[in-house]
């Protein structure tokens, strides 16, 4: 295929961009548009109409992507071929839900049997913690799990968590660290007792800086509220690759839970990386969240490209990004439970997606991974959601909004439901003059007063969304939604060339701040870098004398 931008389809979808008219129009052409334009599996439906999009747009998408290879690389990603060029890795976070029947091999190994092999050890464990049977030091059942990470060993897991709180199991509860900020560590080990608290330490090189810091803080903390360095096998539990410095630290072998180099931190959470989710909902619950997703991986895999959920919204995205010029997406979220999706996804995406050069190196020349951000809807409407209709920008948009509540109380939830449903259709129609107009027709006000604010309610529309539904959030929905967005991921990397699987930015930003923090603790001025940093570092010195 020629250079993706010089292609004859890019090319086409360039020229055809600009002739489509707006939104309102499509509708009116076309009744059918909700039938022809949504989707539905695994528990999820997709509506898709309200996107600048016809039938000609959409050819000209699954063209893109069918010249990319997608369908191919999709089956690649599946067999574990070797898809992250620069770390020699498979991408194999979909083997951590497969059915446990399944085989895939890597490096001659069944890894789905070493998979069930973690899930059956994780059930033993969180039974035991569950059942109160695993007990502290002074023979008290644990009643409170402080979960020690960053990155993807954080944020999925507390996301999770946070979306399946109706699931808890009660008498137990998890705090969330990852911020090396000492202030983070301290506010959560406040009211805590060591005698029931159990820590998870996630660090597949049990080395990650602000893992290991705020995992010795928290060992000193239990040292020094009276538990021993024997008693730390009872309270430390640790998911790492490296069993010699989990060990060493005081952790029982039998403890420590295994992770693998074929799965990157981001799309951990459903490895022992989600231990935390599991001693919080069961393990019943957490075998709910991986069937989602492996729902998602079947449909992914073997749907037509047109039929495709994840491809659908990826080509969407891409559509906005290369050829309208999007710089942003915002995720909306239409549940309590939710609030924290935007981050997780915000993470999986940027981490993903944020590169500027192809597989084989070469420096692209078009818009890679959007600016991801977002919250729970009904605050937005009364924040951001000004920007989305009236900005200058334009900004796609994800509603994400489950059908039945977990608290149903009064009108709260028609309320919810009202104000999504309203926000896409406003973000789709907008306002023009002469309604805005005609709104005002009745004001006590002057005609000159009318035409100046209809001015200002004028709002241009034509602004793409999509809305995404489930019946009601369970471990299952949320398993398909979260593999519904790795997957939309994977694709826009695809069409972009892009490795999606590595990080090296992140990387950067590691091997620096180490150099600082050396140079932070030495006995003299620094005037080893540039005249920023030198003097950065030095005020900082000073300030500790």
Same mark, same amino acid.
């Not at 002074?138 to 979960?147: E, F, L």
């Not at 808890?168 to 805590?192: M, P, Q, R, T, Y």
């Not at 810091?213 to 690759?241: C, E, P, R, Y």
């Given at each position: 295929?020629?250079?993706?931008?010089?292609?004859?389809?890019?090319?086409?979808?360039?020229?055809?961009?600009?002739?489509?008219?707006?939104?309102?129009?499509?509708?009116? !052409?076309?009744?059918?548009?909700?039938? =022809?334009?949504?989707?539905?599996?695994?528990?999820?439906?997709?509506?898709?109409?309200?996107?600048?999009?016809?039938?000609?747009?959409?050819?000209l998408l699954f063209k893109l992507a069918k010249e990319t290879n997608l369908e191919q690389k999709i089956a690649s990603m599946f067999q574990g071929d070797i898809i992250n060029n620069t770390e020699q890795r498979a991408v194999l976070h979909t083997a951590l839900r497969a059915k446990p029947n399944e085989e895939v091999w890597v490096n001659g190994v069944n890894i789905v049997s070493e998979v069930q092999q973690t899930l059956t050890k994780m059930a033993k464990f969180v039974a035991q913690v569950q059942s109160g049977d695993w007990l502290g030091y002074?023979? +008290?059942?644990?009643?409170?799990?402080?979960?020690?990470?960053?990155?993807?060993?954080?944020?999925?897991?507390?996301?999770?968590?946070?979306?399946?709180?109706?699931?808890?199991?009660?008498?137990?509860?998890?705090?969330?660290?990852?911020?090396?900020?000492?202030?983070?560590?301290?506010? +959560?080990? +406040?009211?805590?007792n060591a005698e029931t608290t159990l820590f998870v330490m996630s660090s597949k090189s049990f080395g990650t800086q602000e893992t290991l810091?705020?995992?010795?803080?928290?060992?000193?903390?239990?040292?020094?509220?009276?538990?021993?360095? !024997?008693?730390?096998?009872?309270?430390?539990?640790?998911?790492?690759?490296n069993v010699a410095k989990a060990t060493e630290f005081g952790m029982d072998a039998n403890n420590?839970?295994?992770?693998?180099?074929?799965?990157?931190?981001?799309?951990?959470?459903?490895?022992?990386?989600?231990?935390?989710?599991?001693?919080?909902?069961?393990?019943?619950?957490? +075998?709910?969240?991986?069937?989602?997703? =492996?729902?998602?991986?079947?449909?992914?895999?073997?749907?037509?490209?047109?039929?495709?959920?994840?491809?659908?919204?990826a080509l969407l995205s891409v559509l906005y990004g290369n050829f309208y010029g999007a710089q942003s997406h915002v995720i909306l979220t239409y549940d309590h439970y939710l609030r924290g999706l935007p981050a997780y996804f915000q993470q999986l995406d940027m981490e993903s997606n944020g590169k500027s050069v192809t597989m084989a190196g070469t420096e692209v020349d078009f818009n890679t991974g959007p600016v991801i951000w977002g919250g729970e809807g009904t605050n937005g409407q009364h924040a951001y959601h000004q920007l989305l209709h009236q900005g200058t920008g334009l900004i796609p948009a994800d509603f994400i909004l489950p059908l039945q509540s977990h608290n149903p109380l009064g009108e709260h939830h028609q309320q919810l439901a009202s104000n999504c449903f309203g926000q896409t259709q406003a973000l789709m129609q907008g306002r023009t003059y002469s309604e805005a107009l005609a709104e005002l027709s009745t004001a006590d006000i002057t005609d000159a007063q009318k035409q100046l604010i209809a001015k200002h309610k004028v709002m241009p529309g034509n602004k793409p969304s999509n809305t995404l539904l489930m019946d009601k959030l369970t471990p299952t929905t949320l398993g398909s939604l979260i593999a519904l967005y790795e997957h939309r991921t994977f694709v826009q990397g695809v069409i972009w060339d892009i490795n999606s699987f590595d990080q090296w930015g992140v990387e950067l930003g590691k091997v620096l701040g180490n150099d600082v923090l050396d140079k932070l603790g030495a006995q003299h001025d620094s005037t080893t870098l540039d005249a920023s940093s030198n003097a950065l570092i030095n005020i900082f010195r000073r300030q500790k004398l």
């Open positions: 295929m020629p250079h993706l931008t010089t292609s004859d389809t890019w090319q086409q979808l360039k020229q055809h961009t600009r002739t489509l008219p707006h939104m309102r129009t499509l509708f009116e !052409q076309n009744p059918q548009r909700f039938e =022809q334009m949504s989707l539905s599996s695994c528990g999820l439906l997709l509506d898709y109409s309200k996107n600048r999009v016809n039938d000609e747009t959409l050819a002074s023979d +008290k059942p644990i009643t409170d799990i402080v979960s020690i990470g960053i990155g993807g060993s954080f944020l999925g897991p507390k996301i999770v968590s946070q979306a399946l709180r109706p699931y808890w199991h009660k008498g137990i509860n998890c705090h969330f660290v990852a911020n090396v900020d000492a202030s983070s560590i301290c506010e +959560k080990l +406040k009211g805590l810091t705020n995992t010795l803080s928290a060992k000193q903390w239990f040292l020094a509220q009276g538990g021993s360095q !024997q008693d730390v096998a009872k309270h430390f539990v640790a998911v790492t690759s420590i839970f295994p992770m693998w180099d074929w799965v990157g931190g981001r799309y951990s959470l459903w490895s022992a990386i989600g231990l935390p989710i599991a001693l919080l909902i069961g393990m019943d619950n957490f +075998k709910l969240l991986l069937e989602g997703a =492996q729902a998602m991986d079947e449909h992914f895999a073997h749907s037509p490209l047109e039929q495709n959920i994840p491809t659908v919204m």
